[in-house]
Nanobody, 120 residues
């Protein structure tokens, strides 16, 4: 069972920056695709950024150019650097790990989330 623990959230002013961290344990980190999702109250959880086991990245259009996802395999950790934050980006940010197994259902694991509040 893979365990994911997010940290780095908090209160930040509009235009400010935060760096989120997700520490993984209980699995072989380098074989997992990793991603960050955001869920605001009353809204569906949505993809913010992803990074594959090979290092390829993808971003939601709304954050492209401002957010950067990265991974440090030696530390079993994935990061999300968030710059120029906007109030509507307030929400709980969740870390996700996944891997595909031939002829079997995908394995998906979620962290507990970390709160990010963007407000003056």
């Amino acid at each position: 069972q893979v365990q994911l623990v997010e940290s780095g959230g908090g209160l930040v002013q509009p235009g400010g920056s935060l760096r989120l961290s997700c520490a993984a344990s209980g699995g072989i980190f380098i074989i997992y695709d990793m991603a960050w999702y955001r869920q605001a109250p009353g809204k569906q959880r949505e993809l913010v950024a992803g990074i594959t086991r090979g290092g390829s990245t993808n971003y939601a259009d709304s954050v492209k150019g401002r957010f950067t996802i990265s991974r440090d395999n030696a530390k079993n950790t994935v990061y999300l650097q968030m710059n120029s934050l906007k109030p509507d980006e307030t929400g709980v940010y969740y870390c996700r790990a996944s891997r595909s197994i031939p002829l079997m259902e995908d394995r998906v694991y979620w962290g507990q989330g970390t709160q990010v509040t963007v407000s003056s």
